[in-house]
């Protein structure tokens, strides 16, 4: 205990600001799904409406996800994450001035400017938990902002619940919730944000505690194109397209339980609780069990690949959710499958700041994250022709990928990247 008390602990309250944005990222983003069914009714929405108004989100994230990693790897975290914010704030308020005659188009560009806005938030937050946490503890701290994602996601049904009547009316005002929020954020991110080695709070032995198990970089900057050719971003990316499968649960799990159990905009905040708190359990503990194997002895690779294969196994019985006919039952394995998936992604976070120099990893995570969106994108528009034309069986399908993909990627990040070798702040190898 003296230890940890002559370390000191200012890490923490960066990683509180961390989870603080990350609850209001998902916050923002859930809103339109919990809502689905009731806009749906509202605006007269298709199936395929509703997926190109989700695509519209996807392609800017995308897009943001290319280019705001790399601007924030220039800009610095500081600055390039409070540019994020401000933008995702500005488009999700922008959602309550959509009107009936238009609601799809307005929809669909209100959504693109949150998404653009949006993609800024992961490469930040890695950014800044490879500045201030040693390797052995990333992937725990990892798993304790990605558990944000679960809060922001779970606020948001009780929140629709309470503003929101079943016919629609008040529905524009959860998208006006964030701007007070996101004002607070940045208030507390440029009084409190600052590199670890230039902070006035943090002593040296927080100091060293955090670059104990990491070599100093010069400043040149690299340019995003540079981690293009590497077979490790690659990897990484390709397990970033399972974001599709967390998407398909945020976006169309709302749909899916209406259209199947008949729950409502008043009470999917149960099922929505059940769910998003397995999540949070599985990031904290997804992060904690390969910092535990490292600290046993394991090295990084072993401990994230087999804590990635325990992940992989616990997510396979979502496959078995269309063909049940118990609810609970359903929202129970939508829960362990979005457990394990966000203990699969706080793992697969830090797999970028295990093996790149942290003046790229803004970068690697966006090409990530575009990726992922890709991914997504394929899958809304996939999704949605197939329940307008076959109507639910669609959802078989869905979630028998969704359960069975994981085992498959993994099987490939391990050949495109075997040993996972880190690279030196000129992405070179680090020979041993």
Request: charged fraction near 15%; glycine fraction near 10%.
């Amino acid at each position: 205990m003296d230890k940890k008390q002559k370390i000191g602990n200012y890490r923490y309250r960066i990683l509180a600001l961390l989870m603080f944005a990350t609850t209001i990222n998902y916050f923002d983003r859930s809103i339109i799904g919990v809502m689905a069914p009731t806009l749906e009714k509202l605006f007269g929405w298709t199936n395929s409406d509703y997926a190109n108004i989700m695509i519209s989100f996807k392609v800017a994230y995308a897009i943001g996800m290319l280019s705001m990693g790399g601007l924030i790897d220039r800009l610095g975290t500081k600055k390039g994450y409070v540019l994020s914010i401000g933008l995702w704030s500005f488009f999700g308020m922008l959602h309550a001035l959509v009107r009936p005659g238009w609601s799809v188009i307005g929809f669909a560009a209100a959504r693109f400017g949150l998404g653009f806005g949006e993609s800024g938030n992961f490469p930040a937050a890695i950014k800044t938990t490879a500045e201030w946490f040693p390797k052995k503890d990333r992937a725990f701290a990892t798993g304790l902002f990605n558990a944000a994602t679960s809060i922001g996601a779970i606020a948001a049904p009780f929140v629709v619940g309470w503003i929101v009547h079943e016919d629609g009316k008040n529905w524009q005002i959860p998208f006006l919730i964030t701007g007070a929020l996101s004002a607070l954020w940045v208030f507390l991110w440029f009084r409190m944000y600052k590199k670890p080695e230039v902070h006035p709070s943090v002593g040296k032995e927080e100091l060293a505690y955090i670059q104990s198990d990491s070599s100093s970089e010069n400043e040149e900057k690299l340019p995003w194109k540079s981690v293009l050719g590497k077979r490790q971003t690659w990897a990484f990316a390709l397990a970033k397209t399972t974001d599709a499968v967390w998407w398909f649960y945020l976006f169309w799990g709302a749909k899916f339980l209406a259209e199947t159990f008949d729950v409502n905009i008043h009470n999917i905040a149960l099922p929505f609780f059940v769910i998003y708190i397995m999540a949070d359990g599985g990031s904290i503990l997804g992060g904690y069990l390969s910092g535990v194997f490292i600290k046993k002895g394991w090295t990084i690779n072993k401990a994230r690949k087999i804590t990635l294969l325990i992940c992989a196994l616990i997510i396979l019985p979502v496959a078995f959710v269309a063909i049940t006919d118990n609810k609970w039952l359903a929202i129970c394995l939508i829960g362990l499958g979005a457990a394990g998936h966000q203990a699969w992604s706080a793992n697969i976070f830090t797999l970028a700041s295990d093996v790149f120099p942290k003046k790229a990893t803004a970068s690697v995570v966006g090409i990530g994250g575009m990726i992922g969106a890709v991914a997504g994108i394929i899958a809304d528009f996939a999704l949605g022709s197939v329940l307008d034309e076959a109507g639910n069986s669609g959802y078989f399908w869905a979630f028998l990928i969704a359960g069975s993909c994981y085992l498959a990627i993994l099987g490939l990040v391990h050949l495109l990247m075997p040993k996972m070798t880190p690279l030196d702040e000129n992405l070179n190898l680090i020979l041993e």
